[in-house]
């Protein structure tokens, strides 16, 4: 698929972040788009901004869905066919993810398991309801948003990972193995797995909000301890991200600040993301890294499995990759 005018395009988790730009960029270039998000209000503001950057004959409308429900994807998929007046799409961009319940130990289960079903099952029901749509385009693409946590099952020493990692680990997993399904069963059908690193979106806001957090000045104490447990807080003190004897208010400030900077000082932004994805479709690339940190870890990663969670030799080794220096 070398360019995407006149196709239509799926596109979930469009509320926000990358995408938001995928159904902007789409549009523009004369993709007609149904995109998807929790966020009523969000996901209608992407339709209403991405069409007034798009050709006339573009049609781009905007649906309320939680991915992570089986009925509401299939609604979703429904309510498409009906008010694009088509038998099939030509590109599905399984995007919508959230984090949250870092531990298996000792986040709640209910927050671990939703964070799980949103990115996982998220992936899986729209792959499910959508396989048939993209079938009858005869020149379809499913593409399925993994992450560098998709590899590497960690953010850094003293930061567990482990829902969200498991469902991109899950979405790497079950993407590469449709590469064979596909040639095997629906060549007419090919897939794409985006593995991105740090880019700059509002997915820590969104992950509070999708857990019924709300925003850090909306959050209880308890809520508070749950997120910034004693010992979490006691490290960021020795770290002086807080003062001591930090108070409630003093860890909101800190969580709203962390939010903020994870999406203002990001070196990738979310339009720069969407860009490199659609190019990769465009170039019929099966695997998508995103931003140069993606590309060292992975190369780091390869150049040492064993070495993956020693974050000493790791980080020396990302070093050599990114120098040039090493040898393997």
């Known amino acids: 698929m070398s360019e995407f005018a006149d196709k239509l395009a799926v596109v979930t988790g469009g509320g926000s972040g990358m995408g938001r730009e995928l159904v902007r960029q789409l549009a523009a270039e004369g993709c007609s788009v149904a995109a998807c998000d929790w966020n009523v209000e969000a996901v209608g503001e992407t339709a209403a901004t991405a069409r007034t950057g798009a050709p006339d004959d573009v049609l781009v409308t905007g649906h309320t869905c939680d991915v992570s429900d089986e009925q509401q994807v299939v609604r979703f998929r429904d309510e498409l066919v009906q008010r694009h007046s088509t038998d099939h799409v030509d590109l599905v961009f399984c995007n919508a993810g959230i984090g949250g319940a870092p531990s298996f130990v000792k986040s709640p289960r209910a927050e671990w398991e939703r964070t799980f079903a949103v990115n996982w099952w998220g992936v899986y029901y729209c792959a499910r309801a959508f396989m048939p749509l993209l079938i009858a385009s005869g020149d379809g693409v499913l593409v399925n948003t993994s992450s560098v946590n998709g590899f590497w099952a960690s953010i850094g020493p003293g930061a567990p990972n482990t829902a969200y990692a498991t469902s991109k680990f899950a979405i790497r997993g079950f993407t590469e193995a449709l590469i064979e399904d596909l040639r095997t069963n629906a060549p007419q059908v090919r897939v794409a797995l985006v593995m991105p690193g740090h880019v700059g979106t509002d997915i820590i806001a969104n992950s509070w909000r999708a857990h019924g957090q709300g925003s850090p000045e909306e959050m209880s104490d308890d809520q508070l301890e749950e997120l ?21 208010d003093d860890v909101r400030r800190l969580l709203s600040r962390m939010a903020t900077d994870f999406r203002d000082k990001a070196q990738l932004t979310a339009a720069d993301a969407a860009t490199i994805i659609l190019d990769g479709v465009r170039s019929g690339a099966w695997r998508i890294l995103v931003g140069k940190d993606a590309e060292t870890l992975d190369a780091a990663i390869r150049a040492d499995p064993d070495g993956a969670y020693d974050y000493p030799k790791l980080a020396k080794v990302a070093a050599e990759v990114r120098s040039g220096s090493h040898n393997e």
Do not use: D, F, K, T
Request: aromatic fraction near 0%.
């Open 228 to 248: 910034v447990p004693a010992s979490a807080r006691a490290r960021l003190i020795e770290a002086g991200a807080l003062p001591p004897g930090a108070s409630a």
